[in-house]
């Protein structure tokens, strides 16, 4: 690659190549590269050409609908879109103090949180390589910062393990990999792998196993300075007559197991993970902001569809103002419905037998959060923990430390819940104040002299009970994927999906706007062919 | 502790799909539901409410009072077991006699009154085998 390091620049040898060979040619050189494979965006759809006076109906102002309305409208489609909430955006959503949320089965919650302090319900942090959010983020001005994903010195919390005392993320996970490496070390040396290695690479592997792991010079992982330079010390090393560091001891590795430490290291290691993450200065919410207010004309709030017919002539939407009860009719060429799955499945329509069979097969995911206001960064101040996720086997999941402000004096929000799965279910069978009380019962076991003591007041979503999506995040699996997706994606006369839903990004907002992306550009060409 | 319920417990444990933004923790089930009503107050109640008579937004979440379908065992049996619409399936997390006792529970209450017994013999009968999480 000497021509690109001199002379011809990289970017210029890429345009290039996408010129003579178009967008495909550009990224297959971009992934020989090492650049781009870890996105599917190639940069926001180049739609121009709509014929005159052609209009498309958006369904859903979340960020899939959004987008779909801002880039059909530059193409030059009459835009149009349909909203059941007062709100744009979604999904994507954060609670301020002095917000009112309502959920299904009717229960109330005024946020309580100070000026500036707030909770995201639904997403809240963004992988580096979400390259769609990230341009859009940028082009619409949003201002972003880095999100903390990854703290060493959080903690991890099992009630099987350690008599139930958390333990430093630090401490378990080097005395896990420390454990490891031993006892590899010790199956190479017992030539228990000689037949998988030859004798140049079982040395090597033997100095990796050494270095990785902290292991001693008889390759034994012991309590010692070695260990204690990956797991911390009991006295760190200082300055002056008692400068010198004093090791810590190594848990017992039957404990280590118990605490399952290998599932939050192997988080880290999932791709959507991976650090560099951001987050919205100001909330998440930010970003649903920064889409509506590109194209809040377009939008009619408080409507909520009843029903959908195509034929040859075009697509007919009846919806009812939830506000005045006053039904209106909405007629357009062709129509992006980005309404959730399980919602749009309750909702009367024509679309073709297999594509409302594929509608009602794809369930949807819970997930509960909730935000605890504390009078003072006790986390800062007391445990030097600014950012990152302490795990607990709990229902709660987590509880996560705030990324902005930090230092600060006054108010601050804790995402005290993080649950799934079970424990979502079980957080979402309560009423807003049992949830508060259980988020306080179970984060107490990772600080538990301040914890209630600095307590203020709290608020929480969950998402089996949020009137407007009825669930988090469409739940694929193998099966649905090969018998319904690609019906799901699929241009159905005059009607496209887009959504999270109708991605391989589920739950995160770059599945929608790739979804979205992806559906218009087809959508696009449909409606010059017809 | 019998030994379908340790394993319903064991799997509880198993995380949900990876991909999706999630906690990264393993939620521990301490006190796995044992009866019926266990079931329904920790799994059924945070979509059909406590008194089961379900919600209404954007779309409905079904009441489970006075509903008619419950007559049908096989009904009910088939919901919780795979799912329908945006309901999950749940034989991923409860065993069949889990999906047995909170079938009874719910045909037995919220103003239903059908008082024979769902079977775990019925639920492996009709719901057959396990739905990939």
Known sequence: ?530 | MKPHLIAAALLILAPFAAWADEPGSVTTLHKPPVTGEEVYQQICQSCHMANGMGGKGAATIPALAGNPHLANADYIIITVAKGRGAMPWFDDILAPTQIADVATYVRTHFGNNYPKPVTEAEVKAVAGAKTSP
């Open chain 1, 1 to 530: 690659m000497q021509a690109v390091n001199s002379g011809t620049t990289r970017r210029q040898l890429l345009t290039a190549i996408g010129l003579v060979g178009g967008a495909a040619a550009l990224y297959q050189a971009m992934t020989t590269m090492g650049h781009a494979a870890e996105t599917q965006f190639h940069g926001p759809p180049k739609l121009d050409g709509a014929k005159p006076g052609a209009s498309v109906l958006v369904l859903g102002s979340g960020l899939a609908g959004m987008l779909a309305a801002f880039e059909l409208s530059k193409a030059g489609y009459q835009v149009k879109v349909l909203e059941y909430q007062p709100r744009a955006g979604g999904r994507n959503w954060s609670l301020y103090g002095g917000d009112t949320y309502t959920e299904l089965g009717g229960a109330t919650q005024k946020v309580g949180f100070a000026p500036g302090n707030y909770l995201n319900p639904g997403p809240w942090r963004i992988p580096h390589h979400h390259r769609t959010l990230l341009h859009y983020c940028k082009v619409f001005g949003v201002q972003l910062e880095p999100f903390i994903q990854f703290n060493h010195n959080a903690y991890v919390h099992s009630t099987k393990a350690f008599g139930g005392q958390p333990k430093h993320f630090r401490e378990v996970a080097a005395d896990f990999e420390g454990n490891v490496a031993e006892l590899l070390g010790k199956a190479v040396n017992q030539k228990a792998l000689d037949a998988d290695l030859s004798a140049e690479d079982k040395e090597k592997l033997l100095e990796a196993l050494r270095n990785w792991g902290v292991l001693d010079k008889d390759m034994r992982y012991v309590s010692g300075l070695q260990s204690s330079s990956h797991r911390g010390y009991d006295r760190p090393p200082g300055g002056g007559v008692d400068g010198a560091p004093i090791p810590s001891t190594v848990l017992d590795f039957s404990g280590v197991l118990d605490s399952k430490v290998w599932n939050n290291m192997a988080f880290f290691m999932n791709h959507e993970m991976q650090t560099t993450m951001f987050q919205p200065v100001g909330g998440m919410g930010m970003i649903g902001k920064a889409f509506a207010r590109q194209v809040q004309p377009l939008i009619t709030h408080n409507a909520k569809v009843t029903q959908i017919r195509q034929d040859k002539a075009g697509v007919t939407v009846a919806w009812t103002d939830t506000q005045s009860g006053t039904a209106s009719v909405s007629k357009a060429d062709f129509c992006v419905c980005t309404i959730p799955l399980g919602v749009l499945n309750q909702i009367d329509n024509n679309l073709s037998p297999a594509l409302q069979t594929a509608i009602g097969a794809v369930p949807y995911s819970n997930s509960v959060k909730i935000g605890l206001e504390f009078k003072r960064r006790f986390w800062e101040e007391d445990n030097y923990l600014y950012g990152g996720h302490s795990f607990t086997d709990q229902d709660i999941g987590l509880i996560s430390y705030p990324n902005n402000h930090l230092f600060q004096d006054g108010p601050a929000v804790v995402l005290g819940a993080f649950a799934s799965g079970m424990g979502a279910y079980r957080l979402t069978g309560m009423t807003p104040e049992e949830r508060i009380e259980t988020a306080l019962t179970q984060g107490s076991v990772f600080h538990p002299d301040n914890y209630r003591r600095e307590f203020s007041n709290g608020a929480s979503v969950a998402w089996s009970r949020v009137p407007w999506t009825l669930g988090c995040c469409a739940r694929w699996n193998e099966e649905t994927r090969k018998d319904y997706y690609q019906t799901l994606v699929a241009v159905d006369d005059r009607v496209v999906l887009a959504g999270e839903h109708a991605s391989y990004v589920g739950c995160w907002m770059e599945g929608a706007l790739l979804s979205s992306i992806d559906a218009i550009t087809r959508l696009h060409k449909r409606a010059l062919e017809a």
